[in-house]
Every structure is written in C-alpha cells, then in structure tokens.
C-alpha cells in the first residue's frame, strides 16, 4: 500500500511515522523546507518538498499510484485542495483534516462534496471528546468505546490500595464467573507492555488495560482502585479551541466549570461565548492566577494549551495544591515520562485520534481502531461477514498468535467477554488486543 501525507508537522508526522513502522510505504509532503529537512533526518520515508495543493508535487510524489493521501496541514484550504486533486488521480480514498466550523456547517456542504474525501477528521475536537471521557471516567488514563458503545477499554494506572493488586488473572477469573464483565487485556510494567496470560500476577503501578461491559464500568473501576465522583469543579487551562469545545459541552451538565486565558480579547470573547462558565485573565503558570480559581475546591483540572511546557507546570502545580485529577495534553511525546514521574494523571495528543482514523482506512477490513500514546498494542474492532474463517467457529479454535487477545464480542448490540469456548457468527463484532506485528494474521482470522 502507498500512502501520501500531506503535511509534516505533529499530526502528519506522527502518521507517518506510525504507517512507515508497520510497513507501510509512505510519502510525505512537505512545503516547509526546514521542518521537511528536519523530519527526513529522522524518519524513514520518502520526503518531497513542496506544496500539497500543486499537482506537479502530487505526481512527483506517485498520486496515480497512492492507494490513500492523508491532508493534515493547519491550512483546512490547502487540505481540501489535495483531497481534490487526489481524486481527480483516481486515488481511491483520502482523510482530510477540516478545523474551521464555517467549513463544517450547512453552508459549506457542496464544498466538502467537491473536496470528495471519505472522511473529515478534527484532532481538536476528538481531543476535547478524549478529555470528556476522561472526567466520565475519574482516574483513568485512557478510555476508548467500540461495539457501538457497548464496550469501554479502561487504561489506569493502579495504585497500591487497589482490590485488584496481587490478584493473579486466572483468580480474577475464577470470581468473574458464569459470565465475566471484564477480562485484563494489556498490562505495561516499566517499558514493556504484555498481553497477559491467566498465571500473571497484577502489581502496584502497573498500567493496565481493561475491556469491559459498559454495565460494568462503575465496578470495574472499584476494583482498579478508581472509584470517585465524576468531578464538577473543573478548570479549563487555555482557551483555545479544544478547550472551549470542552466548556461548550460541559455546559448543561451540572458541572462548574472555569477557564484561563492569557490574551484579553481572546477571554473577553469567551467570557461573552460561554454562558455559565467563569472566565480568568491571566496565564496558566501564574500561581496567584491559578490560586484565584481555588485550587482547594477544583476536582479536576485539564491543562489544554498549544504549549507543553506550560501544560507540565501548570498540572504539576495543581497536583501540589491538591487537586485529584489532571489531565494534560502533550505535543511532544518525549514529556510522557515525565508527566508519570511528575504525577500527572493522564496524557493526551491530537496525534492519536488522526492515526486511529488513517489505520481504519489502511486497514479496510477493521471496523475500529484505536492506539495508545504509551504504544505496544492496538485495539481493533472487527466484524465478521459471510464466509470469513471464523464464522462458526470457537475463539480457541481460530489458531490467534499468543500476542492477540479477543476481548470482546458484540451480538445483536449486547456485549459479552470472550473465551476461548465464545463461538463467532456472522454479524459479531470482535473487539481484539494485538501488538502490531500481528494485526495482519488477526485480520487474516477474523477478516
């Protein structure tokens, strides 16, 4: 498979990157001599440097042979533009990063028709969306949902005092039965992640993985340790675009929530935007500025600005004033150490959100996907059709790799926990964890 991207900066060259490490051959577009430079010192794919949007920089690139072009500039006109041309190539399907919300609404639809892409992604907004789960799910580092909403996988941290520490999974399992509401999918213990196996035995600070019924999430997080409220103090750093996406939903929910922003005339608009939400002046990393919020009272803060120095230090700061919940988004993936060692509670990237979306079109026979910024293992979502090698049969019976877990299966919109005696049909929806090594062989089961 061939893949264009267009674009180099965080988004573009997280994708990139991710795809040319699966094998994948990729090509990057780059109008930005410097940064282009720079990324083809440190990645392994081809870089041209030029302007997505010219159709001689598309060619030199080989669009009559792409199989997928990937637009992620900043420029929403830019990436419509190459969706465009794309397809006048006969490129069979392009994503397109579309951000301004003129260029989403009613008013715009024949323009979104003529850029003629298969599907328009918005990092921002799927990060304000990661952020919402977050502050449904106190204490968890992660959470995704598939199954059409019937399936949660939690990713948490646990901490000593939790009934799940010094458990071994195969006694988890002996209390989960007839019928399990949830089964331990991944652990990360120092660099390695494992898919686990029933002699495992769960420790203090592991980072672990759980799929899970929806109408178990609440017990499932009892036993992580993760029990709490859902917050309703909450302060917003940054008012940017994710940030006020996040007030905006918040609004209607009970929660109180208040917002910093540093430029005047960027507060004074939100403050006339945002009914209901307190809007202060002043910058996130200013102490007095943040003590004026009332840290003592705050139960979650997400720092969501453009800026991940000031993400760390405003987080770190409201931990020391005793806030419980933090959650910070990161730019650079190198600050994910040290946001655990500085006991940030969870990280979260524009990144993944584009790479999940352009792995559910790499991958055409995958339902979902869903990757983790503490990478290892995927999270894919399969449905299997007529004639695929695993309608009829047991999971055990399927031959999977040992580094491939089936979690999950969704029949007739309810969700159950696989086992190894589970038998799929038609229709299901299988809900795997898998390194990345070994998605081709699952798809080749499951497909």
């Given amino acids: 498979m061939r893949v264009i991207v267009v674009g180099a900066g965080e988004v573009g060259s997280y994708v990139a990157d991710r795809l040319s490490r699966e094998g994948v051959d990729v090509v990057v577009v780059e109008r930005n001599t410097k940064r282009a430079a720079a990324f083809a010192d440190t990645a392994d794919v081809e870089v041209i440097t030029g302007s997505g949007t010219h159709p001689r920089v598309l060619a030199e690139a080989g669009v009559d042979s792409a199989d997928l072009l990937v637009a992620v500039t900043k420029n929403d006109e830019a990436n419509l533009v190459a969706s465009m041309l794309a397809k006048q190539a006969d490129v069979p399907h392009t994503v397109v990063r579309l951000e301004a919300p003129e260029l989403r609404e009613f008013d715009a639809a024949e323009l979104r028709r003529n850029a003629a892409a298969d599907l328009f992604i918005d990092p921002d907004e799927e990060t304000a969306q990661e952020v919402l789960s977050l502050i449904e799910m106190p204490g968890a580092s992660e959470v995704a949902t598939l199954g059409n909403g019937e399936v949660l996988v939690i990713g948490a941290r646990v901490p000593p005092e939790a009934p799940i520490v010094g458990r071994s999974?195969?006694?988890?399992?002996?209390?989960?039965?007839?019928?399990?509401?949830?089964?331990?999918?991944?652990?990360?213990?120092?660099?390695?992640?494992?898919?686990?196996?029933?002699?495992?035995?769960?420790?203090?600070?592991?980072?672990?993985?759980?799929?899970?019924?929806?109408?178990?999430?609440?017990?499932?997080?009892?036993?992580?340790?993760?029990?709490?409220?859902?917050?309703?103090?909450?302060?917003?750093?940054?008012?940017?675009?994710?940030?006020?996406?996040?007030?905006?939903?918040?609004?209607?929910?009970?929660?109180?929530?208040?917002?910093?922003?540093?430029?005047?005339?960027?507060?004074?608009?939100?403050?006339?935007?945002?009914?209901?939400?307190?809007?202060?002046?002043?910058?996130?990393?200013?102490?007095?500025?943040?003590?004026?919020?009332?840290?003592?009272?705050?139960?979650?803060?997400?720092?969501?600005?453009?800026?991940?120095?000031?993400?760390?230090?405003?987080?770190?700061?409201?931990?020391?004033?005793?806030?419980?919940?933090?959650?910070?988004?990161?730019?650079?993936?190198?600050?994910?150490?040290?946001?655990?060692?500085?006991?940030?509670?969870?990280?979260?990237?524009?990144?993944?959100?584009?790479?999940?979306?352009?792995?559910?079109?790499?991958?055409?026979?995958?339902?979902?996907?869903?990757?983790?910024?503490?990478?290892?293992?995927?999270?894919?979502?399969?449905?299997?059709?007529?004639?695929?090698?695993?309608?009829?049969?047991?999971?055990?019976?399927?031959?999977?790799p040992r580094d491939v877990l089936v979690g999950a299966v969704v029949r007739d919109g309810r969700a159950q926990i696989a086992r190894g005696r589970t038998s799929l049909r038609k229709g299901d929806h299988v809900i795997v964890i898998a390194e990345p090594e070994s998605v081709d062989e699952v798809a080749d089961h499951l497909g």
Avoid at 237 to 261: H, S
Avoid at 343 to 360: E, H, I, M, Q, Y
Wanted: with cysteine; hydrophobic share 45%.
């Fill in 169 to 400: 999974l195969v006694e988890l399992g002996v209390e989960n039965e007839p019928e399990w509401d949830y089964i331990v999918g991944s652990i990360r213990r120092g660099d390695e992640t494992v898919i686990p196996r029933g002699d495992y035995r769960l420790e203090a600070n592991d980072l672990i993985r759980i799929v899970c019924k929806r109408s178990a999430r609440r017990s499932v997080a009892k036993l992580v340790g993760l029990a709490r409220d859902v917050p309703r103090e909450i302060l917003l750093l940054g008012g940017g675009r994710t940030a006020t996406l996040v007030a905006q939903k918040l609004r209607g929910t009970g929660a109180r929530v208040q917002m910093i922003e540093r430029d005047p005339d960027r507060a004074r608009e939100l403050a006339e935007k945002l009914d209901g939400v307190r809007v202060l002046l002043g910058d996130v990393t200013d102490s007095d500025v943040l003590d004026e919020a009332d840290l003592p009272r705050i139960e979650l803060v997400a720092a969501l600005t453009g800026e991940d120095d000031a993400n760390v230090l405003a987080s770190v700061y409201a931990k020391s004033a005793g806030v419980p919940e933090t959650i910070a988004v990161v730019h650079r993936l190198n600050f994910l150490d040290l946001l655990d060692q500085v006991g940030v509670d969870a990280a979260l990237s524009p990144r993944t959100a584009t790479a999940n979306a352009v792995l559910r079109f790499v991958r055409q026979d995958v339902a979902a996907v869903a990757t983790f910024l503490h990478a290892g293992v995927e999270l894919l979502e399969f449905e299997i059709h007529s004639g695929s090698a695993a309608d009829g049969k047991t999971i055990a019976e399927l031959g999977l």
